[in-house]
């Protein structure tokens, strides 16, 4: 059977069409964060728009102190490697058409910011343990570290490594340390979370340093200090946060205030907030 050339020019046009992505143009899709490998570097990704052949590919960027997004680079393929020179922020991608942009989700490295929590030192009538929401929305919450349900939640907590409460300086401590608690003969036996934690850190808008067992360590004492910034690092899921300890004793003699920052993009040690 014969058709007419306008019906077959029409059928290859509108198979020339699909193929080459026809429609009104689309954002790009899949839009993924994660780590550079040096920590410090944000490393963007995201798959070809599902319409339209874009001419190119927008970067912007809304650091965590500024009130509009900036253009950070421009480039063809998909991937993009960002240094916000410390900063934490807000990202999208554009796909740049011939008339238009079309925009990505928005994306964020800035940290997850939980509000102080009252820790007591293990033994007292407070929960001495504090852990991290790592499969909700990475808020901290405080647990009582005597009951075994508890267990998988629990990321640090306050201790004297004695029976006390004494006057001996304030520890936080990874939980795998309760072997040498000596106040922590009650504490249930389980597969506890090993956590580090850096000495004291003089600009908390800072990185965090590279995990090492030179950086970080077990546990880090003196609590007493008013706004004492520390470093964490989860060596389960390799996570960093930065955690501020302050008001020792105003509650009571044995607690402190604990307040957070969670970095959820895994393996970046960017923190400003």
Known sequence: MKYPLFIVFAVLCAVLFLHCGGGEPSPPTN??????????????????????????????????????????????????????????????????????????????????????????????????????????DFTGHTYSMFDSLNIPYIDFYVTEFNNGPWSTPYYIASPTELGSDWGALTVPDGDWRQTWFTNPISNPQMYLPVYATTTYFRWMDDLREDSLFVGVYLENEGFFALVKFSDFGVVDSYTVQAETWFQKVQGLRLIAH
């Open 31 to 136: 839009f993924t964060i994660t780590a550079g490998e040096d920590g410090i570097t944000v490393a963007l990704s995201w798959d070809e728009p599902d319409n339209g052949n874009p001419v190119n590919y927008i970067v912007y960027f809304r650091a965590v102190d500024a009130t509009e997004f900036t253009a950070v680079d421009t480039v063809e393929d998909v991937t993009c490697i960002h240094d916000p020179f410390t900063r934490t922020g807000d990202y999208y991608v554009a796909a740049v058409f011939s008339e238009t942009e079309e925009y990505s989700d928005t994306l964020t490295t800035i940290p997850v910011h939980t509000p102080p929590f009252t820790l007591g030192e293990l033994n007292t009538a407070y929960n001495a343990a504090y852990g991290w929401d790592l499969v909700g």
